[in-house]
């Protein structure tokens, strides 16, 4: 099971955002699986849609925190004898994010036929993964040259600028952190990564992993006594999951800041007997898939949609 089913992240999402009109929750997240709900509203104000989803996700309507590596476990339970799954009134169902095996989607394929429900494709994607369970040294000789300067190698440029600390900003600082990650993102991206309810439920989640054995690491790197990265990551049952990442544009012409925080991070990991992997999520740069080159193994995810409805079965056939 990954951080995303966890009760912390699957509780503290539904508090957020569980409130919005049109959602009903279906079958809560009960032995670390996604919970389900019903999402109903009208698509362009015309058609009515009743969507089941996972919690922590949404198709159309909301935008929030990626939730990842979900599985279709707990729609199956919910299909079962005496669930009321089979008999609301849902006409499509939206399962984002799944961890793309053969048997998983095979199994759904065959509900979809045996039901007479339409099966589509609506995402693809690739998550990134690092496996710590060996030395840093080996890890970097892995790397390309150019990977292994940009993570490792130019720490000598960076500690010719000054002194280099790292510092955990959990708990006593975490507000300072993410505000910090704010002003960043804007002046990168022209907005910022979390608006206030994203901002109320990761302080909620992060407060709710500790119950759950989870670390919380809000590491920020500093130079010279200046705060210069900064990395929001947790650890969780033997991962370390990289949720967001901001740093100061153009501190140093020679220095990729944010790449080189990882290398602390990753390097970190390497040495934690109790950690196997450092994991990048899904999601590409803003200038290259930086991801990609840093990563030793990958999780292929698809998002797929389930109709049932006969309007919508026609309207999706007609568009295709």
């Known amino acids: 099971m990954s951080l995303f089913q966890s009760s912390a992240w699957q509780k ?34 015309v058609v009515p849609i009743r969507c089941l989803q996972f919690v922590g996700t949404n198709y159309r309507r909301i935008s929030t925190p990626r939730t ?53 494709i609506v995402h693809q994607d690739t998550a990134y993964q690092i496996a710590t369970d060996i030395t840093f040294d080996e890890y970097l000789s892995s790397l390309g ?12 440029v960076l500690e010719t600028v000054g002194p280099i600390e790292l510092e955990n900003f959990w708990p006593s600082k975490a507000e300072r952190f993410f505000q910090r990650l704010n002003e960043l993102h804007v002046v990168r991206w022209g907005e910022p990564c979390f608006e206030q309810r994203s901002l109320d439920f990761h302080l909620r989640f992060l407060s709710r992993i500790v ?49 080189l925080h990882l290398g602390y991070c990753i390097e970190a990991a390497c040495s934690d007997p109790e950690l196997n992997s ?28 389930v109709v049932r409805g006969r309007l919508l079965k026609l309207l999706y056939r007609l568009k295709h």
């Open 211 to 259: 119950e759950e054995g989870g670390r919380p690491e809000l590491s920020v790197l500093f130079c010279d006594k200046s705060a210069i990265s900064f990395l929001y990551n947790v650890v969780y049952e033997g991962r370390v999951y990289n949720i967001q990442a901001g740093y100061i544009e153009g501190f140093h012409r020679k220095l990729a800041l944010g790449t």
């Open 12 to 45: 503290s999402w539904w508090e957020v955002w569980g409130n919005t009109p049109g959602f009903r929750l279906v079958a809560p997240g009960e032995n670390r699986r996604c919970g389900i709900y019903l999402d109903e509203y009208r698509w362009r104000n």
């Open 145 to 156: 040259p150019n990977t292994r300067l940009r993570l490792f190698n130019r720490r000598k």
């Open 68 to 120: 990842e590596y979900n599985d279709l476990t707990s729609f199956y339970d919910a299909l079962e004898p005496g669930r009321e799954l089979t008999d609301l009134p849902w006409n499509e169902a939206v399962f984002r994010d799944i961890i793309n095996t053969t048997s998983e989607i095979n199994r759904l394929q065959r509900l979809c036929l045996e039901r007479g429900w339409l099966l589509r």
């Open 278 to 305: 450092f994991d990048l999520l899904a999601g590409d740069g803003k200038n290259e898939n930086y991801k990609k080159r840093l990563a030793n193994c990958e999780a292929p995810m698809v998002s797929l949609m």
